[in-house]
Nanobody, 119 residues
Framework: QVQLAESGGGLVQAGGSLRLSCAAS????????MAWHRQVPGKQREWVAS?????NYADSVKGRFTISRDIAKNTVYLQMNSLKPEDTAVYHC???????????????WGQGTQVTVSS
């Protein structure tokens, strides 16, 4: 199937920056879209940004985060600037990908990478 490997999380002070990466590998015919979500313990997973035919951001990160992708590397990035303590969460990569031309796209999730922003 499709495996996702996230990296780039860590501890940063408020106002700082981090860059997350998510590389997709496996039996990939075509990636339709890629996205980042985040989750705080005890709360629902929250959509952050997505990139495909169009690029969209949650209002809470608009103007601070930038999502981009390297199609040749099947990799999506999330550049996070001006980080705030409320951005602290586990960030998960999500990919919609086709493993065969005749199959519909399926959803795949990464394990997540922890981002902690200290005040």
């Amino acid at each position: 199937q499709v495996q996702l490997a996230e990296s780039g999380g860590g501890l940063v002070q408020a106002g700082g920056s981090l860059r997350l990466s998510c590389a997709a590998s496996g039996s990939i015919f075509r990636i339709v879209s890629m996205a980042w979500h985040r989750q705080v313990p005890g709360k629902q997973r929250e959509w952050v940004a997505s990139i495909g035919d169009i690029t969209n951001y949650a209002d809470s990160v608009k103007g601070r985060f930038t999502i981009s992708r390297d199609i040749a590397k099947n990799t999506v990035y999330l550049q996070m600037n001006s980080l705030k303590p409320e951005d602290t969460a586990v960030y998960h990569c999500k990919v919609w990908a086709k493993t065969r031309s005749y199959r519909p796209a399926s959803e795949y999730w990464g394990q997540g990478t922890q981002v902690t922003v200290s005040s």
